[in-house]
């Protein structure tokens, strides 16, 4: 009986809890890194249905469509006012929308639905100023704090074609989200706003390839990226999204389980893989919320209702699975990879990652791949025959494993390096490395002479992995990776050589990896774009004489290795030292003054010792070898 009691308790507290509404649970959002979280800081995933135009309103005319959207498990509803279609803007029924959500205790997506012309900017969608001005006046007047804003829905120019091609999309957003977010600022200083990446929202990668620079006025705005996805006819992008999560937040604001046209059938498989990416497995980690299209009975397949059927909910196939999906509630996962070889880079010496000792895992968890048909015979476009398409696949290499993995040089193997290859949009692989020395650490590539889109990003640990050559944290995370002799796209695939990756858009600025700490890494190299192969990846080792400015700032420590102990020490701020030794008992405390030069004659047993140095910048750690 008392099991009973409990249970029932339980019941009442979640139906209590259900009817106050999500948004009393979790307050105003906020972003906590690149991860969407509740006000208290907790990481949630927003998730339920995007309307489809105005001219559907029977569909979410009243108050009483946001409430079936909510008993079906949404906690997220999204606004689609469409511009230059059907009615054009209508601010009352967004208003309306925006009222109905707050009193069933929804999430509110206010999106400004360009399409055709895929240009912000155009003249057509002139009275976005007036929309957002007058939207978020009516959201601060109310007290609201449940409503995001999504500012320009799918920039495109209207062609096919790989996302990497259409960069000046990207200026075309960048140009008016200039425009257009100091005026959300005004009444949502601390808003989150959702901005368009080019085409059709899938290149969400310009974000940290070409940033949005913060202008004072709107630098507390939250800023997040959309993706769009259309899981039957689109899987080829979806490791954008994948890689793209360890590097800038994202927004999933629309995506459906058709092809791209919003009709053509259902493939609920490749939906189960988006979910899965979206629900954590993703190289960041990241949580990411969505917006399924469409909550319409215009009876095409990515509409929830068959014709017709929304007055007696008459789901479809599409409907049927979204609830399915929003019945499970939280459902996250993360990748789990396990070293196949952990690489050993004592940091003093170049280092030379074995490129085809990936981690084991697998597909979503150690890498992601996509084979086209013409690399993998009888795949599909869902990816569901992958294979190595590399030329280690002749020697039987890691079978059972598909990440593409080839020999720089063909007729000589047990020398060569391996390499990567056919590389496409939003691959990513992740190895384990164990580092000596926590530190700041230049780098270089081995690239052929063939040129291709070649953009990519290193992680560690699953998060940006680049500072700048003066220990800066940058926005510009994705690096071009050049031709070895300033080949083109003719240029020769077997001509190889050392380059030295660089921003195109920050080009005068020199990267470093950072490692924060000694001991075991993953890196992770994030394929933003098509490239042409990665032969080699070397990190250079250095003189660790000086401690790179991480923790307790510049520390300078020599000889090292020491003979019987006897060391200088020098920092940049008042600090207290200790020394360890293997069995971590402390050896010798003291203080050490900024600027000035101690020499320490410690009279140690040969050995390996740890150096801790601690000041109001924080603490630093070296190693010290005597001899």
């Known amino acids: 009986m008392k099991k009973l009691l409990t249970l029932v308790s339980l019941l009442l507290m979640f139906l209590q809890g259900n009817a106050a509404g999500f948004v009393d649970q979790w307050g105003r959002l906020k972003l906590v890194g690149n991860q969407l979280c509740s006000q208290n800081g907790d990481p949630i995933q927003l998730r339920g249905w995007s309307t489809h135009g105005s001219w559907y309103k029977h569909c979410y005319n009243d108050k009483s469509a946001f409430e079936k959207m909510?008993?079906?498990?949404?906690?997220?509803?999204?606004?689609?006012?469409?511009?230059?279609?059907?009615?054009?803007?209508?601010?009352?029924?967004?208003?309306?929308?925006?009222?109905?959500?707050?009193q069933v205790g929804l999430y509110c997506l206010v999106d400004w639905h360009i399409l055709k012309p895929g240009n912000p900017n155009d003249g057509s969608y002139g009275g976005y100023a007036s929309f957002f001005r007058n939207m978020t006046s009516y959201v601060r007047e109310h007290n609201y704090n449940h409503v995001l804003w999504e500012i320009c829905n799918e920039p495109n120019e209207d062609v096919e074609g790989a996302p990497a091609k259409f960069h000046h999309v990207w200026d075309w957003v960048k140009k008016y989200a200039y425009n257009v977010l100091p005026i959300i600022a005004e009444n949502d200083p601390n808003g989150i706003v959702i901005i368009g990446t080019p085409q059709w929202d899938q290149d969400v990668t310009c974000a940290f390839q070409d940033p949005i620079e913060k202008k004072d006025s709107f630098k507390d705005l939250q800023?997040?990226?959309?993706?769009?996805?259309?899981?039957?006819?689109?899987?080829?992008?979806?490791?954008?999204?994948?890689?793209?999560?360890?590097?800038?937040?994202?927004?999933?604001?629309?995506?459906?389980?058709?092809?791209?046209?919003?009709?053509?059938?259902?493939?609920?498989k490749a939906g189960d893989h988006m979910l899965l990416v979206a629900n954590g497995k993703n190289l960041g980690g990241q949580i990411i919320s969505w917006a399924n299209w469409s909550w319409s009975d215009k009876g095409e397949s990515s509409g929830t209702f068959t014709g017709g059927g929304y007055s007696n909910m008459s789901f479809s196939e599409s409907g049927n699975y979204i609830r399915q999906q929003l019945k499970k509630g939280d459902n996250f996962a993360y990748c789990q990879p396990t070293p196949y070889k952990e690489q050993e880079f004592d940091g003093w010496n170049d280092f030379l990652l074995d490129l085809g000792a990936y981690d084991e895992g697998g597909q979503d968890n150690a890498y992601f791949d996509y084979d086209e048909d013409w690399a993998c015979s009888g795949n599909d476009k869902n990816n569901t025959k992958p294979c190595n398409a590399g030329g280690t696949k002749d020697d039987n290499f890691r079978p059972k494993e598909f990440f593409d993995v080839g020999y720089v040089d063909k007729n000589n193997k047990e020398t060569s390096y391996k390499n990567l290859g056919y590389i496409g949009n939003g691959e990513w692989v992740t190895y384990t490395i164990n580092v000596g020395y926590a530190g700041d650490y230049e780098f270089e590539a081995f690239a052929c002479d063939h040129e291709d889109f070649n953009t990519f990003a290193i992680a560690v640990d699953g998060k940006p992995g680049l500072v700048t050559d003066k220990g800066e944290e940058t926005p510009f995370q994705a690096l071009y990776l050049p031709t070895c002799n300033g080949g083109d796209e003719n240029g020769d695939y077997d001509v190889w050589g050392w380059v030295t990756p660089y921003s195109e858009y920050n080009e005068s600025q020199k990267y470093r990896i950072r490692f924060d700490k000694?001991?075991?890494?993953?890196?992770?190299?994030?394929?933003?774009?098509?490239?042409?192969?990665?032969?080699?990846?070397k990190i250079k080792g250095k003189d660790h004489t000086a401690v790179s400015d991480l923790g307790a700032g510049k520390v300078s420590l020599w000889p090292n290795p020491t003979e019987n102990g006897s060391f200088n020490l020098t920092v940049d701020a008042d600090a207290a030292v200790k020394v360890l030794n293997a069995q971590g008992a402390c050896v010798y405390a003291g203080n050490v003054e900024a600027g000035v030069t101690a020499q320490l004659s410690l009279n140690l047993a040969a050995g390996v010792y740890i150096v801790s140095v601690e000041n109001e910048k924080g603490v630093s750690t070296q190693k010290l070898v005597v001899k």
């Open 223 to 268: 800023l997040m990226y959309s993706f769009h996805h259309y899981a039957a006819d689109q899987q080829r992008y979806l490791g954008i999204l994948s890689g793209a999560a360890a590097f800038v937040p994202i927004f999933i604001t629309e995506w459906g389980l058709s092809s791209h046209t919003g009709d053509s059938g259902v493939d609920t």
């Open 518 to 537: 000694e001991g075991t890494h993953t890196i992770s190299f994030a394929f933003l774009t098509s490239c042409s192969g990665l032969g080699s990846f």
């Open 70 to 102: 909510k008993n079906e498990g949404a906690n997220l509803a999204r606004i689609a006012m469409y511009i230059t279609e059907g009615d054009g803007v209508d601010e009352t029924w967004v208003r309306n929308c925006i009222d109905w959500t707050a």
